[in-house]
C-alpha cells in the first residue's frame, strides 16, 4: 500500500516532510495559522481558507460545490477536496494541476468566484495589520509582507494538518486496534484492488485516473439522456423488424441519428448496404444473442456514465481525476468531483463498478466501510500555538 506512519510529533514531522526547522519553523506555522482563518484576505473581507475547509467536516464544506465570493458556485460544479493531509499529496485540485501547497493556495485566494482577491490586494489588506507586521518580519526578515510569502506560511500550516487514527496504531504494530470486522474490511479493500489507485499513507492523493473507466463513448460524446433516447428508439425498431437493412433503418431514424448510433455504438460496423445491422458487428459484447436486441441489463450496468455528467473539465472523451484521500472520508460527503453521491455505500458501489467491473455484495461493501470507519483520526498537536 505504500504505507508510512504519521509522524507523532514536531521533530517526527519534519523527517517525514523532508525538511528541516529553517524551513518549517513553528513561527512560520503559526503565521500561516492565522492567514487561514483570515477573512480580510477575500475581496468582500467575508471568507476565509477555512470559510470551505472545515476540520468538523474533514475539511471540507458539506457541499456539493463550493460557495464563494457574492454567493457564487464553482463554475465547473467542482466539490471542495479535503485539506486534510494533503501534505502528503503529490497532485492537487481535482484535475492535480497543482504539485505543491503554496502552488494551490494561491488559486482560491484569486478566483473570481471564490475570494476573488489579487495579489496586490492580500499585500495591502496583512500590511494593515500591525500583528502581521510584527509576525513577517519575525519570519521573513525586513520588508516581508509579499504575496508569495504569504501562500508560504500558509502552506506551512497546511502541511501540519495531519490526522492519525487507530489503522495508524495498527501500522505502527498493534494488531488489537482494529477490531476483526475492521481487519477483514481492510482485506476486501486490499483484495478487490482499491488499493491500486488509493495508495500512499493517506490512501490517496497521489495519482489522477480516468473516470469512469468502464464506459461507452455514446455516454461521453452524446450525453446520457440522448444515449438512451437513441437507443430506446433503435430497440423499438429492431423488436419490430429485427432484420432491417441499413438503408432501410437510416430512413426510419434519420441520417444523423443512424451516424450517431453508428460512430458510438456500432464503431467496428462495415455497413453491407443489405444486411442486418448486427450481423457483422461486435456488438455482442453488449447485446444478447438469439435475435433479443435490447441491451443487457449485466452490460447496461457498466456502461452508464453513474451520475449526470457535472465536473467535467478534459473533454467529453478524457475524464482525469485527481485520486481523493480516504483518511476521514466519512466524514467528508457529498463524494466525487461533483458532489453528486451522498452515501459512502453508493460510493463504494460505483467504485467497484465502474473502475473495477466488479459489482460487490452489500456484505462486501459494508466491510469495507468498517476499514474506512478507523481512518477517521484526529489533527495532531505538534506545538504550534
Known amino acids: 500500500m505504500g504505507l508510512s506512519l504519521f509522524p507523532k ?6 523527517k517525514t516532510l ?20 483570515d477573512k480580510n484576505l477575500s475581496l468582500n473581507r467575508d471568507i476565509s481558507c477555512a470559510s470551505c475547509h472545515d476540520f468538523q467536516k474533514g475539511g471540507v464544506d458539506g457541499r456539493p ?16 477536496p479535503t485539506v486534510l493531509n494533503t501534505a502528503l499529496s503529490t497532485n492537487l485540485f481535482w484535475d492535480g494541476k497543482a504539485t505543491t501547497l503554496q502552488e494551490q493556495a494561491k ?4 478566483a473570481s468566484f471564490e475570494m476573488s482577491a489579487t495579489p496586490e490586494l ?29 501562500v508560504d506560511a ?13 489503522f495508524d496504531e495498527f501500522l505502527e504494530g498493534d494488531t488489537n486496534a482494529l477490531n476483526e470486522k475492521e481487519k477483514k474490511g481492510l482485506q476486501v479493500f486490499m483484495k478487490n484492488g482499491c488499493v491500486l ?24 460524446k452524446l450525453g446520457l439522456e440522448k444515449a438512451k433516447q437513441l437507443m430506446k428508439h433503435y430497440q423499438t425498431i429492431m423488436e419490430t423488424n429485427p432484420t432491417i437493412s441499413y438503408q432501410q ?48 441489463i449485466k452490460h447496461q450496468k457498466k456502461i452508464a456514465y453513474p451520475f449526470s455528467n457535472k465536473g467535467e473539465f478534459l473533454g467529453k472523451d478524457e475524464r482525469y481525476f485527481r485520486v481523493p484521500i480516504l483518511r476521514n472520508i466519512t466524514s467528508t460527503e457529498p463524494y466525487f468531483h461533483n458532489g453528486e453521491t451522498k452515501e459512502l455505500e453508493d460510493v463504494i458501489k460505483i467504485m467497484s463498478k465502474y473502475q473495477l467491473v466488479n459489482e460487490l455484495s452489500d456484505e462486501k461493501v459494508e466491510q469495507i466501510i468498517d476499514f474506512l470507519k478507523t481512518l477517521d483520526g484526529e489533527l495532531v498537536d505538534y506545538g504550534v500555538e
Not at 510529533?9 to 519534519?14: H, Q, V
Request: hydrophobic share 30%; with cysteine; aromatic share 10%.
Open 249 to 296: 433503418l437510416t430512413k426510419q431514424l434519420g441520417v444523423q441519428q443512424t451516424k450517431a448510433l453508428e460512430e458510438n455504438f456500432f464503431s467496428f460496423y462495415n455497413k453491407p448496404e443489405q444486411e442486418n445491422i448486427l450481423t457483422t458487428t461486435g456488438c455482442y459484447s453488449c447485446h444478447n444473442r438469439g435475435g433479443d436486441y435490447q441491451i443487457s
Open 154 to 166: 500558509i502552506e506551512a500550516y497546511e502541511k501540519t494538518l495531519l490526522t492519525r487514527s487507530k
Open 197 to 220: 489507485c488509493h495508495s500512499g499513507t493517506g490512501l490517496g492523493g497521489q495519482m489522477l485516473r480516468k473516470f469512469p473507466l468502464v464506459r461507452h463513448s455514446a455516454w461521453s
Open 65 to 80: 460545490t463550493a460557495i464563494g465570493h457574492k454567493s457564487q458556485a464553482n463554475p465547473h460544479h467542482l466539490n471542495t
Open 107 to 110: 488559486g482560491p485566494l484569486q
Open 18 to 37: 523532508k525538511t528541516n526547522e529553517a524551513y518549517l519553523s513553528k513561527e512560520k506555522i503559526s503565521l500561516g495559522k492565522k492567514l487561514f482563518f
Open 122 to 150: 492580500i499585500e495591502k489588506r496583512v500590511n494593515e495589520s500591525s500583528i502581521y507586521l510584527k509576525k513577517f518580519v519575525d519570519v521573513y526578515g525586513e520588508d516581508a509582507i509579499s504575496f508569495n510569502n504569504t
Open 9 to 14: 510529533d514536531y521533530p517526527a514531522l519534519l
